[in-house]
């Protein structure tokens, strides 16, 4: 039987949160970004790790479900709702310092600030990667403005789970043992023909403000493709779950889990170094994805070892730094000039991650600032039995 916490998961989230956020330090210096002289010159791969852990909670969820019990609307909107509790209050705070630090910054004048608020509201709803600019209107009107630019992550993850939870929901069997592994399949080889890249920069990047494919992003894709893999991930690990291992073969599957993350990081800081072509972006995924499987499956001989609350707590504050860097990112080059690239590095952690506590005490006191506000504007149903 599979845990309901695997340790190994949330361990490697704050890992893989980090190698993202190390990433984005190529905006100090972007010289260095041609050279590959930085942190992490394939970091926002690590992307992927959490596009996969997404489609394994997904399958969790689904799995948690009476067979038998049929989808309905409500248990639909209950799901989207549990989706938007999850994110939606720290990446508020998070979007509003941002706006105010990068319009602060800028010294534009009121009608681009205005401007620029309504545009950028699509990172709230979420609707960034719906396509807009597919549609018959200013391009710059409606994606040419950027607040947070990690935001095309929540996006995607929105956008795909509100697909694929009713399709998963309606016919479990056939989604995990078919639609899951097949549409991985087919997603990520359409990515490969029509962008080459999983993660970087070109003209067609995986947040691109200009060519949408089949009005979306590459990166919605991305996402789709990758929670399907996670799907499949849980699928596996399940069936083999309840078989017993050898003590040979437990020691083999750990050197498999930790060879496949480490290998996909190595992958992220070298591959620049040694010149490898973009196609093995696809090898070091695969990499992560087998890691993924062998955690979930609990046969490795150190499946307990991060078994333990701190590790649980480092998992569970992985989405802070995440929603956090980006301010810190764009605007310490503005505020500190001429600091060398290892100092503003250094602060560039150490403010994000002291910032990524301040928005996680924050976000149960918004929580109950925003319900007692709509309790001023919104009255509420009178109970019916009492009526």
Same mark, same amino acid.
């Given at each position: 039987?599979?845990?309901? $916490?695997?340790?190994?998961?949330?361990?490697?989230?704050?890992?893989?949160?980090?190698?993202?956020?190390?990433? +984005?330090?190529?905006?100090?210096?972007?010289?260095?970004?041609?050279?590959?002289?930085?942190?992490?010159? @394939?970091?926002?791969?690590? =992307?992927?790790?959490?596009?996969?852990? !997404?489609?394994?909670?997904?399958?969790?969820?689904?799995?948690?479900?009476?067979?038998? $019990?049929?989808?309905?609307?409500?248990?639909?909107?209950?799901?989207?709702?549990?989706?938007? @509790?999850? +994110?939606?209050?720290?990446?508020?705070?998070? /979007?509003?310092? &941002?706006?105010?630090?990068?319009?602060?910054?800028?010294?534009?004048?009121?009608?681009?600030?205005?401007?620029?608020?309504?545009?950028?509201?699509?990172?709230?709803?979420?609707? @960034?990667?719906?396509?807009?600019?597919?549609?018959?209107?200013?391009?710059?009107?409606?994606?040419?403005?950027?607040?947070?630019?990690?935001? /095309?992550? =929540?996006?995607?993850?929105?956008?795909?789970?509100?697909?694929?939870?009713?399709?998963?929901?309606?016919?479990?069997?056939?989604?995990?043992?078919?639609?899951?592994?097949?549409?991985?399949?087919?997603?990520?080889?359409?990515?490969?023909?029509?962008?080459?890249?999983?993660?970087?920069?070109?003209?067609?990047?995986?947040?691109?403000?200009?060519?949408?494919?089949?009005?979306?992003?590459?990166?919605?894709? %991305?996402?789709?493709?990758? !929670?399907?893999?996670?799907? &499949?991930?849980?699928?596996?690990?399940?069936?083999?779950?309840?078989?017993?291992?050898?003590?040979? #073969?437990?020691?083999?599957?750990?050197?498999?889990? !930790?060879? #496949?993350?480490?290998?996909?990081? /190595?992958?992220?800081?070298?591959?620049?170094?040694?010149?490898?072509?973009?196609?093995?972006?696809?090898?070091?995924?695969?990499?992560?994805?087998? #890691?993924?499987?062998?955690?979930?499956?609990?046969?490795?001989?150190?499946?307990?070892?991060?078994?333990?609350?701190?590790?649980?707590?480092?998992? @569970?504050?992985?989405? +802070?730094?995440?929603? &956090?860097?980006?301010?810190?990112?764009?605007?310490?080059?503005?505020?500190?000039?001429?600091? #060398?690239? %290892?100092?503003? &590095?250094? =602060?560039?952690?150490?403010?994000?991650?002291?910032?990524?506590?301040?928005?996680?005490?924050?976000?149960?006191?918004?929580?109950?600032?925003?319900?007692?506000?709509?309790?001023?504007?919104?009255?509420?149903?009178?109970? %019916?039995?009492?009526?």
């Amino acid at each position: 039987m599979m845990k309901k $916490r695997n340790g190994a998961l949330y361990f490697w989230a704050f890992i893989f949160c980090m190698i993202f956020v190390l990433h +984005y330090a190529y905006f100090f210096d972007p010289k260095k970004l041609e050279k590959g002289a930085f942190y992490f010159f @394939r970091g926002e791969l690590a =992307i992927d790790y959490f596009f996969v852990v !997404i489609g394994v909670m997904l399958a969790k969820t689904v799995d948690s479900i009476p067979g038998d $019990r049929a989808l309905t609307w409500r248990e639909y909107g209950s799901f989207v709702k549990r989706i938007l @509790r999850f +994110y939606l209050p720290a990446f508020a705070i998070c /979007w509003a310092v &941002t706006f105010v630090a990068l319009n602060k910054m800028t010294f534009i004048d009121v009608p681009t600030l205005i401007n620029n608020f309504f545009t950028a509201l699509l990172e709230l709803l979420p609707f @960034r990667n719906v396509g807009f600019n597919a549609a018959p209107v200013d391009n710059l009107t409606f994606v040419g403005y950027r607040v947070m630019d990690q935001g /095309w992550v =929540i996006s995607a993850a929105f956008i795909a789970l509100v697909l694929l939870y009713p399709l998963y929901r309606r016919g479990r069997k056939r989604f995990e043992y078919y639609i899951a592994p097949v549409g991985a399949v087919l997603l990520l080889c359409f990515l490969f023909f029509k962008t080459k890249i999983l993660a970087g920069d070109n003209l067609l990047t995986l947040d691109a403000k200009i060519k949408p494919l089949f009005y979306s992003f590459p990166g919605t894709y %991305k996402g789709i493709a990758e !929670i399907l893999a996670g799907v &499949t991930c849980f699928t596996v690990a399940r069936h083999f779950s309840g078989r017993s291992v050898s003590k040979a #073969g437990s020691h083999l599957l750990s050197v498999v889990e !930790i060879g #496949g993350y480490l290998a996909a990081i /190595w992958y992220m800081q070298f591959m620049f170094r040694f010149e490898l072509p973009e196609i093995f972006d696809y090898l070091a995924v695969s990499a992560m994805i087998l #890691g993924v499987t062998v955690s979930l499956s609990g046969k490795s001989s150190i499946a307990k070892l991060f078994d333990h609350k701190p590790v649980y707590f480092l998992g @569970r504050f992985s989405l +802070y730094p995440f929603l &956090t860097f980006m301010v810190f990112a764009k605007t310490l080059p503005y505020f500190l000039p001429g600091m #060398g690239l %290892k100092k503003l &590095t250094l =602060i560039y952690l150490g403010l994000t991650l002291v910032s990524a506590v301040v928005v996680m005490l924050l976000e149960k006191p918004f929580v109950r600032l925003v319900k007692s506000l709509k309790k001023l504007f919104i009255k509420p149903q009178p109970d %019916k039995e009492a009526a």
